[in-house]
């Protein structure tokens, strides 16, 4: 490693006084040039790890046709398309995270995914109560740095929760981005509930297509009863856009496509989002949250390297 670094060294040092002997910028401005690029060339090769690693079986037919251990052909087509354009990621000591990225994928038609993840906490208020006795909390949600801490409110009245959002853009070129997927979870607590999740219905869902081995519950706000509540959309309209733009002939079009989405590591891995999806979107295909893909796989695999208008 020490010899690399070394010889990394000596090629950084040798490109730069050759840019700034020819005038073309500070020597500053040259290495924060190289330092932007060697993060993004970093994030691009986590995404590719994750597409050898296939934990979602998107390649696994194509794997055992080829049989001779070299990469499936849809694979390297996605892998040689991919770009990493930007990436940022901020976190306070409040507990508030963001994750924001762009991915250019270079097809039949330039295509731009951006991905948006945002965590924070949240107080709310469990004042009143349903007649079953189980309290439900008030319109009073902010976040939970913005609170007072001497506001007078009743012993218990007052929680902190998480809330959470991670939505998925997809364009052509520099064109208006439509949301492709979004997950919005409130969470009781600040870490994830061990009770069972709860998928939330939309205000204009009966309810009735949401077939899910779990609870269902119209009521999407922050509840005080321990468990936590998730919503999520697809546009099947843009998938079937980004299928057909894009040209990627996945064996099984439409869950190929959800998979294909979720490996992109721009959310909190701690927070269920790949099995709420694989519940509400996929359904028995995949099973429930708890059967699909190994939470902790996927965290490894990181380290290493029905929305309706």
Not at 197 to 217: P, T, V
Request: proline share 2%; with cysteine.
């Amino acid at each position: 490693m020490s010899t690399n670094r070394a010889a990394v060294n000596h090629v950084l040092q040798s490109y730069v006084k050759s840019k700034v002997e020819d005038g073309e910028d500070s020597a500053i401005d040259i290495l924060r040039m190289l330092q932007s690029e060697a993060k993004l060339l970093f994030e691009r090769e986590v995404v590719l790890n994750n597409l050898d690693a296939d934990l979602f079986g998107i390649f696994k037919d194509e794997d055992k046709c080829d049989g001779d251990g070299t990469s499936s052909p849809l694979r390297s087509k996605i892998k040689e398309s991919i770009s990493v354009i930007s990436h940022d990621k901020s976190i306070t000591r409040e507990g508030y995270i963001s994750i924001e990225a762009v991915i250019q994928l270079k097809c039949a038609e330039t295509l731009l995914l951006a991905f948006s993840f945002e965590k924070q906490h949240i107080s709310y208020c469990c004042g009143a109560r349903n007649k079953n006795g189980t309290s439900y909390s008030s319109l009073d949600e902010k976040p939970a740095e913005h609170i007072p801490k001497k506001r007078k409110i009743e012993e218990d009245a007052c929680k902190i929760g998480t809330h959470i959002s991670y939505n998925i853009f997809m364009g052509k070129g520099y064109d208006k981005k439509d949301c492709l997927l979004s997950v919005e979870i409130k969470a009781s607590g600040k870490d994830p509930s061990t009770e069972e999740h709860i998928a939330a219905c939309d205000e204009d869902d009966d309810g009735d297509e949401l077939d899910l081995n779990r609870e269902k519950d119209f009521r999407f706000l922050f509840i005080g009863d321990g468990k936590d509540r998730f919503l999520v959309r697809l546009n099947p309209e843009q998938l079937t856009k980004f299928f057909e733009w894009s040209e990627f002939q996945f064996n099984d079009f439409f869950p190929d496509c959800v998979h294909f989405l979720l490996t992109f590591p721009y959310f909190e891995n701690e927070w269920d989002i790949v099995g709420y999806v694989e519940d509400v979107v996929l359904g028995d295909d995949c099973g429930s949250s708890n059967e699909g893909v190994d939470q902790n796989d996927y965290c490894s695999s990181v380290e290493d390297a029905t929305y309706s208008e």
